[in-house]
């Protein structure tokens, strides 16, 4: 099968606009395992993503304070620094990701791309409002991560659409991910959360995984953290927190197959976002 190696965004979307059967594939630890899995066949030919420099590369604006990663860029680098000083949450999520192997080869773009409600760097995106840089042959749209996933492995992207980055807020608080499975480590997970305390802007974030047909949103649940946070220190009283991870668990949306029963996940997400706000209280917030 012929295989395309542009190193440009615009030589990779001529070649999507030129053969709209091309399948797109960047470190191949999904696409690879469902093609010999015989769940799917690759186009006609395959456009390798991960040796475009602009997919391979971050940037800071610290005056708009964002960060756009490349979509090809691996696990492993986003759980090192320099991107994890700016995004912890995103670190934690990356460094449960599958095995070394997974997270050398593995990208942010192919977690977006492959879209699974268990994929782990979603629920960071989704909780960062982050903003989704698609291009083809017709130029260059942003989409918001709320409108790029929607629905069970689906996304908005159109063909002959190329994910070019991810921008997400550097934000100045407390963030952080965390997952249940049935092991500590290479499970996909039964439930996951990730909570992000934007102290500047008095915001909170809580984004869910695996607990509904797509990353979930709380918005009842933020709401309340916020009101009964204490800006000052980032502290809530225990039974705010005890509250807070009610309303996130009433939030949730999950099913029970193979994996896990819905009454378990339903419980364990509410835990996992009740242990993440307490957890806050206990970073050094700057005077
Ligand atoms: C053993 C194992 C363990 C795993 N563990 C985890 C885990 O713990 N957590 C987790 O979230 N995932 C896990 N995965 C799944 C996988 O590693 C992730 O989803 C990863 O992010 C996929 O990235 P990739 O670069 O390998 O994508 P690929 O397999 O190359 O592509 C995946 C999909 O995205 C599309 N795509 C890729 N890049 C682009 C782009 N730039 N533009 C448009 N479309 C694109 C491809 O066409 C394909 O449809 C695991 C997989 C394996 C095999």
């Known amino acids: 099968m012929p295989v395309h190696i542009p190193d440009t965004v615009e030589s990779a979307v001529e070649h999507l606009a030129a053969d709209p059967d091309a399948t797109v594939l960047a470190g191949g630890t999904d696409l690879m395992v469902e093609v010999n899995d015989g769940h799917r066949r690759p ?33 492993r680098e986003l759980m090192e620094a320099p991107i994890a000083s700016m995004s912890a949450a ?18 942010l773009g192919g977690n977006l791309g492959t879209c699974s409600p268990a994929g782990d760097g979603l629920p960071v995106l989704v ?30 992207l159109r063909s002959g659409e190329l994910i070019v980055s991810i921008t997400i807020p550097v934000v100045d608080g407390f963030q ?59 502290t809530a009283s225990p039974a705010d ?14 099913i ?13 997400v509410g835990v996992l976002a009740r242990r993440l706000a307490r957890r806050a209280s206990q970073v050094e917030v700057a005077a």
Request: hydrophobic share 40%; net charge positive; aromatic share 4%.
């Open 127 to 156: 909780a960062l409002d982050a903003v989704i840089e698609l291009a083809s042959t017709t130029g260059r749209r942003s989409v918001p991560i709320s409108e790029f996933i929607v629905g069970v492995k689906q996304n908005a």
């Open 256 to 268: 029970t197959d193979h994996r896990s029963t819905e009454e378990y996940r339903r419980h364990a």
């Open 43 to 75: 186009g006609s030919t395959v456009v390798l993503v991960n040796r475009i420099a602009e997919l391979r590369s971050w940037r800071h604006d610290p005056t708009a304070g964002q960060l756009t990663i490349g979509a090809a860029m691996t696990y």
């Open 90 to 107: 995103l670190a934690h999520a990356s460094r449960t990701v599958g095995s070394p192997q997974i997270r050398n080869a593995g990208t």
């Open 176 to 234: 952080a991910y965390a997952k249940v499975g049935v092991r500590n480590a290479m499970v996909i997970a039964v439930a996951s959360a990730c909570l992000v305390i934007d102290r500047p802007r008095r915001r909170v974030g809580v984004a869910l995984g695996s607990v509904g047909p797509r990353i979930l949103r709380c918005p009842d649940a933020e709401q309340d953290l916020t009101d009964s946070l204490d800006w000052d220190t980032l």
């Open 241 to 254: 927190l005890e509250r807070f991870g009610r309303m996130v668990s009433e939030a949730s949306r999950p």
